[in-house]
């Protein structure tokens, strides 16, 4: 069975930091492409980063103050968030997504999310 279980979360004050971290299980973790997304209240889930076998991305919010990292071997990848600001406050998901091209196949699996609040 396909299990993706963030944690991590929690309050933070303004400044702060917090390290997010998705246990995977149930695929093989190192071939897939590995995701953070966020989603505020009133707003959609949007990608904050990507972890792929060769690159990982960031949205403009979250540069040069937020890490995507992953442990092929421990099945586990994480977020590490500095500089926190209130506009972070979310609920954080793990996304994991691969596709086979021969035959052509589509995989995306997501987890519970986990709540970060970011207030003084």
């Known amino acids: 069975q396909v299990q993706l279980v963030e944690s991590g979360g929690g309050f933070v004050q303004p400044g702060g930091s917090l390290r997010l971290s998705c246990a995977a299980s149930?695929?093989?973790?190192?071939?897939?492409?590995m995701s953070w997304y966020r989603q505020a209240p009133g707003k959609e889930r949007e990608l904050v980063a990507t972890?792929?076998?060769?690159?990982?991305n960031y949205a403009e919010s979250v540069k040069g103050r937020f890490t995507i990292s992953r442990d092929n071997a421990g099945n586990t990848v994480f977020l590490q968030m500095n500089g926190l600001k209130p506009e972070d406050t979310a609920v954080y998901y793990c996304?994991?997504?691969?596709?086979?091209?021969?035959?052509?196949?589509?995989?995306?699996?997501w987890g519970q999310g986990t709540q970060v609040t970011v207030s003084s």
């Open positions: 972890s792929a076998p060769g690159s990982t």
């Open positions: 149930g695929f093989t973790f190192s071939t897939y492409v």
């Open positions: 996304n994991a997504r691969k596709v086979l091209t021969w035959p052509r196949v589509e995989y995306s699996y």
